[in-house]
Protein backbone atom coordinates (compact mmCIF):
# COMPACT_ATOMS: atom_id res chain seq x y z
CA UNK A 1 0.00 0.00 0.00
CA UNK A 2 2.58 2.52 0.69
CA UNK A 3 2.73 5.29 3.58
CA UNK A 4 2.12 3.10 6.23
CA UNK A 5 -0.91 1.16 4.95
CA UNK A 6 -0.15 -2.21 6.71
CA UNK A 7 0.69 -0.52 10.00
CA UNK A 8 -2.52 1.65 10.00
CA UNK A 9 -4.47 -1.92 9.31
CA UNK A 10 -2.77 -3.55 12.19
CA UNK A 11 -2.70 -0.55 14.39
CA UNK A 12 -6.82 0.13 13.76
CA UNK A 13 -7.51 -4.14 14.24
CA UNK A 14 -5.63 -4.05 17.29
CA UNK A 15 -7.41 -0.97 18.56
CA UNK A 16 -11.02 -2.62 17.87
CA UNK A 17 -9.81 -6.24 19.49
CA UNK A 18 -8.75 -4.05 22.44
CA UNK A 19 -12.00 -2.23 22.46
CA UNK A 20 -14.13 -5.39 21.78
CA UNK A 21 -12.36 -7.55 24.55
CA UNK A 22 -12.28 -4.61 27.04
CA UNK A 23 -8.28 -4.85 27.70
CA UNK A 24 -6.47 -2.01 28.02
CA UNK A 25 -2.66 -1.91 26.83
CA UNK A 26 -0.25 1.17 27.67
CA UNK A 27 0.21 3.44 25.15
CA UNK A 28 3.96 3.50 25.09
CA UNK A 29 3.77 -0.45 24.59
CA UNK A 30 1.58 -0.80 21.70
CA UNK A 31 4.17 0.96 19.18
CA UNK A 32 6.24 -2.10 19.89
CA UNK A 33 3.64 -4.50 19.81
CA UNK A 34 2.37 -3.21 16.29
CA UNK A 35 5.43 -3.42 15.34
CA UNK A 36 5.72 -7.56 16.53
CA UNK A 37 2.64 -8.18 14.37
CA UNK A 38 4.02 -7.03 10.97
CA UNK A 39 7.78 -8.10 11.53
CA UNK A 40 6.69 -11.72 13.28
CA UNK A 41 3.78 -12.31 11.76
CA UNK A 42 3.21 -10.65 8.76
CA UNK A 43 6.70 -10.76 7.83
CA UNK A 44 6.92 -7.20 6.80
CA UNK A 45 9.50 -4.95 7.50
CA UNK A 46 9.49 -1.97 9.13
CA UNK A 47 10.55 0.17 11.90
CA UNK A 48 8.69 2.10 15.20
CA UNK A 49 8.04 5.66 13.88
CA UNK A 50 5.30 5.02 11.88
CA UNK A 51 3.36 2.64 14.47
CA UNK A 52 4.28 5.62 17.44
CA UNK A 53 2.51 8.50 15.27
CA UNK A 54 -0.50 6.11 14.55
CA UNK A 55 -0.95 5.15 17.97
CA UNK A 56 -0.53 9.03 19.81
CA UNK A 57 -1.58 11.25 16.66
CA UNK A 58 -0.55 14.87 15.95
CA UNK A 59 2.78 15.59 16.61
CA UNK A 60 5.54 13.58 18.98
CA UNK A 61 8.76 13.78 19.54
CA UNK A 62 10.40 10.31 19.25
CA UNK A 63 13.30 8.82 21.18
CA UNK A 64 14.71 5.37 20.38
CA UNK A 65 17.94 5.45 22.93
CA UNK A 66 19.44 2.08 22.83
CA UNK A 67 19.76 1.90 26.73
CA UNK A 68 15.80 2.95 27.43
CA UNK A 69 14.67 0.65 24.91
CA UNK A 70 16.57 -2.31 26.47
CA UNK A 71 15.49 -1.43 30.13
CA UNK A 72 12.00 -0.30 29.17
CA UNK A 73 10.61 -1.92 26.53
CA UNK A 74 9.82 1.15 24.38
CA UNK A 75 11.25 4.36 23.37
CA UNK A 76 10.54 7.81 24.84
CA UNK A 77 7.55 9.22 22.96
CA UNK A 78 6.32 12.55 23.66
CA UNK A 79 3.35 14.60 22.61
CA UNK A 80 4.52 18.09 21.20
CA UNK A 81 2.44 21.05 21.03
CA UNK A 82 1.58 21.01 16.63
CA UNK A 83 1.07 24.79 17.34
CA UNK A 84 5.12 25.72 18.08
CA UNK A 85 5.77 23.99 14.76
CA UNK A 86 7.44 26.16 12.02
CA UNK A 87 5.82 26.40 8.78
CA UNK A 88 6.34 22.98 6.70
CA UNK A 89 5.92 21.38 3.29
CA UNK A 90 6.29 18.41 1.61
CA UNK A 91 7.97 17.70 -1.37
CA UNK A 92 8.17 14.29 -3.07
CA UNK A 93 8.67 12.22 -6.36
CA UNK A 94 6.14 10.05 -8.06
CA UNK A 95 8.69 8.03 -10.23
CA UNK A 96 11.08 7.80 -7.20
CA UNK A 97 9.66 5.40 -4.86
CA UNK A 98 9.98 1.76 -4.19
CA UNK A 99 8.92 -0.71 -1.54
CA UNK A 100 9.60 0.08 2.13
CA UNK A 101 10.68 -3.22 2.57
CA UNK A 102 14.00 -2.75 0.39
CA UNK A 103 15.10 0.01 2.43
CA UNK A 104 13.67 -1.45 5.95
CA UNK A 105 15.70 -4.88 5.42
CA UNK A 106 18.93 -3.40 4.50
CA UNK A 107 19.19 -0.78 6.96
CA UNK A 108 18.29 -3.37 9.56
CA UNK A 109 20.59 -5.78 8.55
CA UNK A 110 23.63 -3.23 8.34
CA UNK A 111 22.35 -1.90 11.34
CA UNK A 112 23.05 -5.54 12.95
CA UNK A 113 26.45 -6.20 11.10
CA UNK A 114 27.27 -3.14 13.00
CA UNK A 115 27.59 -1.23 9.77
CA UNK A 116 29.91 2.22 10.92
CA UNK A 117 27.88 4.07 8.44
CA UNK A 118 24.64 3.21 9.33
CA UNK A 119 25.13 3.38 13.50
CA UNK A 120 26.60 7.19 12.71
CA UNK A 121 24.10 8.44 10.57
CA UNK A 122 21.50 7.01 12.86
CA UNK A 123 23.59 9.32 16.11
CA UNK A 124 23.91 12.25 13.91
CA UNK A 125 20.00 12.04 13.15
CA UNK A 126 18.85 11.52 16.55
CA UNK A 127 21.26 14.80 17.39
CA UNK A 128 19.18 16.71 14.87
CA UNK A 129 16.57 15.72 15.53
CA UNK A 130 16.98 16.41 19.53
CA UNK A 131 18.22 19.73 18.67
CA UNK A 132 14.99 20.58 16.58
CA UNK A 133 13.09 19.62 19.31
CA UNK A 134 14.47 21.77 21.97
CA UNK A 135 14.21 24.85 19.30
CA UNK A 136 10.44 24.17 18.98
CA UNK A 137 9.86 23.81 22.65
CA UNK A 138 11.63 27.04 23.10
CA UNK A 139 9.71 28.56 20.54
CA UNK A 140 12.56 28.88 17.99
CA UNK A 141 11.42 26.44 15.46
CA UNK A 142 12.34 28.54 12.57
CA UNK A 143 16.07 28.30 13.50
CA UNK A 144 16.05 24.64 12.83
CA UNK A 145 18.67 24.37 10.19
CA UNK A 146 20.50 27.50 10.58
Known sequence: MGLAGSSAIVTATLRALTEFF???????????????????ELKIGAGLQDRVIQVYGGVVFMDF???RMDR????LYEPMEPGLLPPLYVAYHDT????????????RSRY????????AGIKRWA??????????LAGRGREIGR
Do not use: K, M, W, Y
Open 65 to 67: DRE
Open 72 to 75: DGFG
Open 96 to 107: LAEGTEVTHNDL
Open 22 to 40: GVQIPQPVLPGLILSVELD
Open 127 to 136: ELTQQARDLI
Open 112 to 119: NRGDEAVH
